[in-house]
Nanobody, 125 residues
């Protein structure tokens, strides 16, 4: 069983930055894809970014390309989401998820094996 614990959410003005963290435990991450999803009220849970742990290959959803960066720290078993140039439409509950295998470019919510509890990001205009 894998545990994922997110942190780093908060309230920020448009144009600002936040860094989300997701600490993983309970499983070796070598053959896992770690990803971030977000869900706004009344909306579906959408893919944001993913990274394959062992190689660092990353993939991003179009709305966040050029603004968000996903990375990982193997020593801390932690994946990060650096969010810059935030917009009000980025406001959502952000979830960390994991799936076994190389699935960076087709990681959808239905395929996730593990989920974190979520962290709220609110961007004011």
């Amino acid at each position: 069983q894998m545990q994922l614990v997110e942190s780093g959410g908060g309230l920020v003005q448009a144009g600002g930055s936040l860094r989300l963290s997701c600490a993983a435990s309970g499983r070796t991450l070598t053959f896992y894809t770690l990803g971030w999803f977000r869900q706004a009220p009344g909306q579906e849970r959408d893919f944001v970014a993913a990274i394959y742990w062992s190689t660092g290959n990353a993939y991003y959803a179009d709305p966040v390309k050029g603004r968000f960066t996903i990375s990982r720290d193997s020593a801390k078993n932690t994946v990060y989401l650096q969010m810059n140039s935030l917009k009000p439409e980025d406001t959502a509950l952000y979830y960390c998820a994991a799936v076994r295998g190389f699935k960076v470019n087709y990681f959808n919510p239905e395929s996730a094996d593990y989920w974190g509890q979520g962290t709220q990001v609110t961007v004011s205009s």
